[in-house]
């Protein structure tokens, strides 16, 4: 769900100043993302933290969560943008640079009260079809992780079904159910 809608160029875009929640630029228009609430939040960090720990010690691949993607021609900020190691834009020294004009390897958003699911769906698609790799949908309300890739259909993944990320992230292990356990504090 949008907080605004206006039109522009996607220059006229990148030249404003970053707003919290941040803008996004999807085919010509210009929309506010919803501010994150506890689950969201959650599930954001423990799958970029997962990503991290898995990926980093081995200089596979590292997570940047609420990264600004330009790419494709629209400018969007996916909830965790996870790139393969030798992908993540660095500058000649080998630090990493602010602006990012590459698709991730894979691109998760998470599903928050108000947004509607076709949307949500769409946004996953347009990654895959811009070269994201695996796109993934993470849905508090009715636990599913919806797993888009280009080349296959759109899987819906519950319970102990396997988030397979092996083309990005072999060895990653991770179910469905792992991942909502995270919402659970006792």
């Known amino acids: 769900m949008a907080i605004s809608q206006r039109r522009m160029t996607l220059d006229e875009f990148l030249k404003l100043p970053e707003e919290k929640p ?6 010509g228009v210009v929309t506010q993302k919803v501010s994150p609430k506890a689950r969201h939040s959650r599930l954001q960090g423990r799958l970029a933290r997962l990503f991290d720990d898995f990926g980093e010690p081995i ?17 969007v900020v996916p909830d965790v943008a996870l790139f393969r ?4 834009p660095r500058d000649q020294h080998g630090e990493l640079l602010d602006d990012v004009f ?12 108000g947004q509607s699911l076709r949307s949500q769906i769409d946004r996953c698609r347009w990654y895959v079809g811009n ?3 695996i796109a993934l949908l993470v849905d508090p309300d009715d636990r599913s992780v919806r ?10 993944l519950r319970g ?3 988030i397979d990320l092996d083309s990005v992230l072999p060895g990653f292990q991770l179910t469905a159910q792992q991942l909502f356990d995270a919402l659970k504090m006792r």
Do not use: K
């Open 147 to 156: 797993l888009f890739r280009a080349d296959a259909d759109m899987q819906v």
């Open 131 to 133: 070269g994201v790799e």
């Open 102 to 113: 590459i698709p991730p390897d894979i691109a998760v958003e998470i599903r928050s009260p």
């Open 22 to 27: 941040a803008l996004e630029f999807e085919h």
């Open 59 to 75: 200089r596979l691949a590292a997570a940047f969560p609420e990264l600004r993607t330009t790419f494709g021609g629209n400018s």
């Open 85 to 88: 190691w030798e992908r993540i």
């Open 160 to 162: 102990e079904d396997r």
